[in-house]
């Protein structure tokens, strides 16, 4: 089914990008997660209808595909040139659809046109466009490990109680991955520090020393957004890491390692059961709807126990909650 799903993916990017409708840009995106799980070729708009998270109109477009090779929908978003430009510009970091529109009507219309015309870029869409080939690379699962290794041995220089994890598509145990997103937490730091520790400017101050990092992007005390890269040999990646607290950890562990359809059915599901849940915390929502203090987390088990659901491990997260 991958090549179902590469067209359905194509029309979530679109969706996303070109309408900014959410809602249908997951539909399609849930509905390629779900025939990527099956091991057999769909066949028909019914057989599609009746799998989890595939609508009626999805199966129609499906069905459409299956008896003519394309799709009326994705055919007409194509040959639009806008709309092809501004998915085109949208593959720069940094560039969002809203500046990809605003850079189409100054004339620019290429990836080619936008290198001649760098002085309406920041720094971050320098840096993405200057990279952009190496950017598109997937990333091997050995590889985020090694990088993983890297950050926690420093680290461990600054203080055994610093830990990393790498999050997002590598800790959901998928063989590659887009970026690499670290979370680093300190044993002693809590959300009502009045300051976080001024750990991140030292750390990739160290990482650069030691030439993991190239390119800074952003900078802040708890943010950093970068370029690294394993050895000459290796492309250049897009690195993240936040520093969060220990009491928001864990909550930030389950959002950061995602997927966005586990997450988006997460806090669904929080939400019936009168909670709210966010990268930092779960809180109980009280009869005035406004949520109370933080509940005590201490394992990402803690947050679907206080849900009431058993525990998913992260293999199983790259779908929405129950599929």
């Not at 194509?78 to 990809?100: C, F, K, W």
């Not at 605003?102 to 046109?113: A, P, Q, T, V």
């Not at 370029?227 to 969060?244: A, E, G, T």
Request: glycine share 6%; charged share 30%; net charge neutral.
């Amino acid at each position: 089914n991958r090549d179902i799903c590469e067209f359905l993916n194509e029309l979530a990017d679109y969706e996303k990008n070109i309408t900014r409708n959410v809602y249908k840009s997951n539909a399609y995106r849930k509905a390629a997660v779900t025939l990527e799980k099956l091991d057999k070729r769909v066949a028909s708009a019914e057989e599609a209808k009746a799998l989890p998270g595939i609508g009626a109109k999805i199966s129609q477009k499906i069905e459409e595909f299956l008896r003519t090779g394309k799709v009326a929908k994705l055919e007409k978003v194509r040959s639009d040139e806008s709309t092809s430009v501004i998915q085109e510009l949208t593959r720069i970091s940094g560039i969002g659809p809203a500046h990809a529109k605003s850079l189409y009507d100054r004339g620019i219309h290429s990836i080619e046109d936008l290198r001649q015309n760098q002085d309406c870029l920041t720094e971050h869409q320098k840096i993405g466009l200057r990279y952009l080939e190496d950017f598109e690379k997937r990333i091997p699962r050995e590889e985020v490990g090694l990088l993983e290794a890297r950050v926690i041995d420093t680290l461990q220089q600054f203080d055994k109680d610093y830990e990393a994890v790498a999050c997002g598509s590598y800790r959901r145990g998928l063989p590659t991955s887009g970026d690499i997103d670290l979370l680093v937490c300190h044993k002693s730091y809590r959300s009502t520090d009045t300051r976080p520790p001024k750990l991140l400017a030292r750390l990739v101050e160290r990482l650069r020393e030691t030439d993991l990092i190239t390119d800074v992007m952003s900078l802040g005390e708890t943010k950093f957004a970068g370029v690294c890269q394993l050895d000459s040999s290796k492309p250049h990646r897009r690195i993240d890491i936040r520093v969060l607290p220990q009491d928001q950890f864990f909550c930030g562990l389950l959002y950061f390692t995602g997927s966005d359809l586990f997450n988006q059915s997460m806090r669904a599901h929080a939400i019936q059961q009168n909670m709210k849940l966010s990268e930092y915390a779960l809180r109980p929502i009280g009869c005035t709807g406004v949520p109370g203090e933080p509940l005590p987390v201490t394992s990402e088990r803690d947050v679907f126990d206080w849900l009431g659901l058993p525990y998913w491990e992260p293999h199983k997260r790259n779908g929405p909650l129950g599929q």
